[in-house]
């Protein structure tokens, strides 16, 4: 029986393929097209989708515009419906033009604008025709992409073309292809797409009326993304693997611990972690590691610097946040270099109370801190939109908005100055006053600047601590989320500057310095200088200082912050720059030196019944990379035995000079 059934079966594959063979040609039989199995059935799907938009409130278009060496840029401009002499708002940007105007399926302007960094309600409420571009290399633009391509000409960029012919280029195409518009161009953009305007700054185009650089990248090395004060900011290193190694951001980085603590210290050196995950392959990577240090490539493509050297064409609108966990460094940079040649009052600075980017979104309140009104709101309407319709409409009129708006956290209001840093426009002045790190743990305040004393017999009274690179101190309570981890799952990245340091505190390897409680209120506008004279048992260390403000106890209106501990301002410093910033050069072992850096802008009031602390550390992980404690040439090539335990000491000649705020009658 089993036979019998084998045998039919064998006659049926055996016709089967008879019939294929008669019906089928194969592919390569020349002079004869190959037959279909089956009659075809037609198409369900159009051969062109034409979306009904008159309903819409704009019109969207998408261009390829030609620069200069040929190379064409994905453009997409959106048209309010109905505009006449309309002012274009430009964004350039790596970060996907098409995605970045098409947040939601909609009709409505407003709602498509709602994304990374359109500040919507301004764009939509002033009439602007919108502008968003694909820099070179990314996304739908040709071309290949450089992260900071520097300016053409320089020895870091032999070609005819960067940013600033870039933006030139595609502001003279606009204005000759849009008919809508009256010619005047504003540049607007966050974090990278606002160190885009700065280049647009450079040379600009003639119908370039108003830039606004928002919380701009300008020194990847003194402060910004890359480096603070010579130590590595790894956690960018996702950030560079998926910006950087494909056009359109294909490759993702991987997550392998729920902890991110986890993750940098099992891997040992962030060069070895870039080796495993393949960011090697990235040219910009390669960059980093072959410039460890503030050389010629960092200072050649840092904006303040470029920007110092010419004067100021353009009405500029500086965006800085008191805690930007990203490009903290940028504007104040930018507006001390460009501010002293700005004779016609075109340079403008607006501090406000946010995170990265934080202008455009909900500023009533970040983390556990409120600020009793919705701060990036009032930006929006009070500060941004008068300044963009002063420069850009024609028929707008001559607003008048301060030459710095300032909010002033602790007292939480907006103040108008005149320049910055500045207490308040009229009977007040800054004077440094002194924070000397004491024994006992204390603080004491004094109004006059003092230096650390230089006689070895001063330099006896010292606090001490064991910084172990095997257990560095954490940024932040862990577990640590990874960076970019969705913030509807429990990413709180954005806002961690202001997060509670009484973790901190409470650690053997963290130094804790308070004052008194405060009987009346301590102003301070500016940027704190750390003035540290320190030891190490190795040759090399980090140097992290932070300033803080100690909440009361007890907080009748708000529980959750009694004894809360906020930083107000803290930074980083890798020792081995101490002398030289270009050149890297071992720590004598065990002697007292001195090292002055300086901390993040503040603009804040420690108010009374408050305490001011300040905690002193050698890590601050896994944000920046491990110090081996022992000189290496190239800390991104440590090697596991290169990583060692040293005692820690910080002298009571020690302190912060604070830029204090006081009365001048």
Sequence with gaps: MNKIVLALTGAFVLSAQAVLAQNTLPASTPGVAASPMYPALPSETPDEFKAPVDGYDYVKRSVMVTMRDGVKLNTVVIVPRNARNAPILLTRTPYNAAELTSHNESSQMESILQGYDNAADVVVEGGYIRVVQDVRGKYGSEGDYVMNRALSGSALNPTPVDHSTDTWDTID??????????????????????????????????????????????????????????????????????????????????????DDYDMFIRAGSVGELARQRGVEQSGFWRKIVAHPSYDAFWRGQAMDRILAAQPVAVPTLLVHSLWDA????????????????????KVFLALGPWNHGGAIGDGSRLGALRFNSDTALHFRQEILRPFLDRYLKDDAPAAQIAPVSAFETGSNKWRSLNSWPAGCVSGCAIAPATLKLAANSRLSLTNVASRPASAPAQRAAFDEYVSDPAKPVPYRARPIAPYGYDEAKGQTWPRWLVDDQREASGRTD?????????????????????????????????????????????????????????????????????????????????????????????????????????????????????????FVPNIFYAQPADYKKTTQRIYHDSYIELPLVGATR
């Design 173 to 258: 195409w606009l204005v000759k292809n849009i008919p809508e518009t009256n010619g005047k161009v504003g540049i607007i953009g966050i974090s990278y797409d606002g160190f885009l305007p700065l280049m647009a700054l450079v040379n600009p185009h003639p119908a370039l009326k108003a830039a606004v650089p928002m919380n701009p990248m300008v020194d990847g090395w003194r402060g910004d993304d890359w480096f603070h004060n010579g130590a590595f900011r790894q956690v960018n290193l996702s950030y560079v693997l998926e910006q950087v190694v494909t056009r359109r951001n294909e490759a993702k980085w991987y997550t392998s611990h729920f």
């Design 510 to 630: 963290v130094l804790t310095y308070t004052t008194d409680v405060l009987t009346a209120p301590v102003k301070i506008s500016g940027e704190p200088v750390a003035h540290l004279l320190a030891s190490t048992s190795g040759t090399d260390a980090d140097w992290v200082v932070k300033l803080i403000d100690v909440y009361p106890d007890q907080v009748a209106a708000q529980p959750e912050m009694g004894g809360y501990q906020l930083m107000v301002s803290g930074d980083i410093f890798r020792g081995r720059y101490r002398e030289s910033l270009e050149t890297a050069k071992p720590i004598a072992a065990n002697t007292a030196l001195p090292y002055s850096f300086a901390l993040p802008t503040a603009n804040h009031v420690f108010l009374p019944g408050h305490r001011i602390m300040v905690q002193v550390q050698s890590s601050w992980f896994p944000l920046y990379d491990r110090n081996p404690q022992t």
């Design 326 to 345: 990203e490009d903290i460094y940028g504007a104040i940079a930018v507006y001390k270099a460009i501010k002293p040649r700005d004779q016609d009052g």
